[in-house]
């Protein structure tokens, strides 16, 4: 019996420039670059053991024994990773948030970060960040930004090869902060993997891809020059832009609640106001709120104190996913 295992930990992430829609919706090509920074307040935590005397893998979450669609991502990803290295040792993976599952906060990024990084530690094979960014992406396309640290940018790229995510700034760079706004605590009814794949239905996705390098432009400069107003102008659009193509999809995808619309319009009603923030929203109706680390405090009391915000959760911008 040969055993061997290793212990990943990665941080969730918030895209400033959202990915939705692939070209390949097998290899995670997107249709367009994003950007995004991690979320240094929450992660996910695996351990993977291959044996040799496992009769089949096994994916526990949070406790909870995995089957069905859950567990056959996760095979399919390391089927993959085991492929590479010319092997069949079946593995236990073990993983944990210490987030809330239940707080409607998306974690496949981190999820499929800390898997990659730990199976490809527990086979032994020593890869760079770039390929690891690749391999996390066929997991789960955001999933390649958890790879590198701070601020990250993922290139469209022409291909698997140059596909993948990279550092635009450290984490120390800029001490921007999430306040999410938990207005949700369901699973979401339709998740990004079934949106990605019909975002092409609706008549308005062709415009936003076409208008993305100048998005990516706008966005990696604000972060850059650290211009506040000029990032929270473009995090609004983007996030408004996919939303937009969700609700003309065919089905229509429709995540927003009556709070979240309420989140929305006071966030811009702060900014104009003098306090700077800027919303943005994933595929749920939970919306995170950013802003400038000095600020976060008087923000999470202002979202606490909206009718129907369950919670605030705050979070500064994290690092890479490392070994432990
Ligand atoms: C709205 O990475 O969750 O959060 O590749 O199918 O796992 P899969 O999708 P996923 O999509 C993320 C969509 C988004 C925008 C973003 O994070 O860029």
């Known amino acids: 019996m040969t055993t061997s295992s290793a212990t990943a930990v990665a941080h969730p992430n918030i895209a400033f420039i959202k990915y939705w829609g692939n070209r390949d919706n097998e290899l995670r090509l997107p249709m367009n670059g994003s950007i995004s920074m991690n979320l240094k307040g929450l992660s996910t935590r695996t351990r993977v053991t291959f044996d040799s005397s496992f009769p089949t893998d096994i994916f526990d979450l949070n406790s909870k024994r995995q089957t069905g669609s859950s567990l056959d991502r996760v095979v399919k990803h390391l089927n993959f990773i085991r ?3 010319g092997i069949s040792t079946h593995a236990h993976v073990f993983s944990e948030n210490d ?18 990084l730990a199976t490809v530690a527990a086979l032994g094979l020593d890869i760079p960040e770039a390929n690891l960014s690749r391999l996390a992406r066929r997991g789960s396309g955001s999933a390649c930004r958890s790879v590198p640290s701070g601020f990250t940018e993922w290139r469209k790229g022409h291909s ?7 550092t635009i700034a450290d984490p120390s760079y800029w001490s921007l902060t999430d306040c999410i706004a938990i ?60 939303h937009a193509v969700m609700m003309t999809s065919n089905p229509p995808l429709l995540y927003w609640q009556p709070i979240t619309l309420e989140i929305m319009t006071s966030v811009s009603a702060w900014r104009k ?23 976060a405090e008087i923000i999470q009391r202002r979202l606490s104190s909206l009718p129907g915000v369950k919670q605030v959760i705050i979070s500064n911008v994290g690092g890479a996913a490392h070994l432990l």
């Not at 987030?99 to 990659?116: D, K």
């Not at 698997?160 to 990279?166: G, I």
């Not at 106001?273 to 600020?295: F, I, M, R």
């Open 183 to 242: 207005v949700e605590e369901n699973q979401k009814k339709v998740g990004s993997t079934e949106g990605h794949a019909t975002a092409y239905t609706s008549p308005l996705q062709a415009a936003r891809v076409a208008d993305s390098d100048r998005r990516l432009d706008i966005c990696r400069n604000a972060i850059l020059k650290k211009d506040f107003q000029a990032l929270a102008e473009i995090v609004e659009l983007d996030t408004n832009m996919m």
């Open 273 to 295: 106001t003098g306090l700077p923030a800027a919303y943005t929203l994933d595929a749920g109706a939970n919306v995170h709120v950013l802003c400038e680390a000095e600020k």
């Open 83 to 85: 492929g590479l290295r």
């Open 99 to 116: 987030f809330p599952t239940s707080a409607g906060i998306a974690s496949s990024a981190s999820a499929f970060a800390a898997l990659t």
């Open 160 to 166: 698997d090869l140059d596909s993948f995510a990279v």
